[in-house]
């Protein structure tokens, strides 16, 4: 039909096109180190501290709606707010203000990552809303411009959009990236129940104050073993300050910490905050053994593997796997 026509007989409508939704991978993180100064003036301490991205992650789907509306699936759904108290509304929030236009979205979070576990859910999931709604509404914002709002939004959010292994310092949003040759093997032995942050720095600055626990050194040895590529030369270098502090929030985490170096890991620390505790394994068949070891010791809630380093948030094609390993099998009978 032609265009004449189309007037003549009034369907000339401008039709509006609705945009598919946008999935998107929103990767875990660990701290393979991470040194706490002391407190600021504005509240925050001073970090050093190098992020490695990991497989485990959350998958978010964004969709054109009438409304701001969050939706969470997955293990620990119930304890996330779907409010405006959540990093993924503010994030929304304010990308959806640089671009002149309101919010109306429906996001749904299907958590991989476990809830207050000390491995930057949240911050992900901020991260993954700014690469999502970037995508969604066609604002062509490079990395470098999405980072500066992720800034804004949390310590962690920059690094969860950059991902790989990064030198983070001041908050830990100002980023380097950090050359890691190879994939790293990971067990996560994901607790119950979960940690505050501000809780956790809080103890810290109380240990600190009836004495002195150790404070770790600068990072260049471990940026060395990363380099290299070599898990037996990085595990005994990794260390976390918070790690003393969360230990004495849950005297319980010693336990699980024992347990994995026991059932064969390189090496095990407190995950950033806690409780998560990560544990490096030296191939993919020692990190199943060490998983199902923990699985039947009763340490953890559940166990999970992982590698890494792995991109920051981005876009995925449905064709992907969803979430990086299932519960590991019970390990079979021991041998005397």
Known sequence: MVPAQQHLLGLDTVLSVVPSPVTVRAPSKVNLHLGVGDLR??????????????????????????????????EGAAEVPTDRTNLVWKAAVRLAQLAGRPPLVEITIDKGIPVAGGMAGGSADAAATLVGLNELW??????DELAAVAAELGSDVPFALHGG??????????????????????????????LSTPEVF??????????????LGEPQALMQA????DAHQ?????????QV???????????????????????????????TCAFLCETTES?????????????????????????????????????PSPEPPAPGPRRA
Do not use: C, M
């Open 234 to 242: 990085l595990a005994p270098l990794l260390g976390n300050d918070l």
């Open 287 to 323: 990190a199943v053994a060490v998983a199902a070891e923990l699985s039947g010791a009763g340490v953890a809630r559940s166990v999970r593997t992982a590698t890494g380093p792995v991109p920051g948030a981005r876009i995925t094609g449905q064709e992907e796997p969803h979430h």
């Open 41 to 74: 003036a504005d509240g925050y301490h001073e970090l050093t501290t190098v992020f490695q991205a990991l497989s485990l992650a959350d998958d978010l789907e964004i969709a054109p709606a009438n409304s701001l509306t969050l939706r969470v699936t997955g």
């Open 226 to 229: 990363l380099a290299s590529g």
């Open 138 to 143: 066609e604002l062509g914002l490079h990395r």
């Open 202 to 215: 809080t103890e810290l600055d109380r240990l600190r104050v009836q004495g002195e626990p150790p404070r």
């Open 245 to 275: 502090a969360a230990v004495s929030l849950r005297p319980d985490l010693r336990r699980t910490l024992r347990a994995g170096v026991e059932a064969g890991a390189l090496a095990g620390l407190v995950s950033g905050s806690g409780p």
């Open 165 to 194: 292994t990064a030198l983070g310092t001041g908050r830990g949003e100002r980023l380097l990236p950090v050359l890691s040759r190879n994939s790293f093997h990971w067990v996560l032995a994901l607790a119950k129940g979960g």
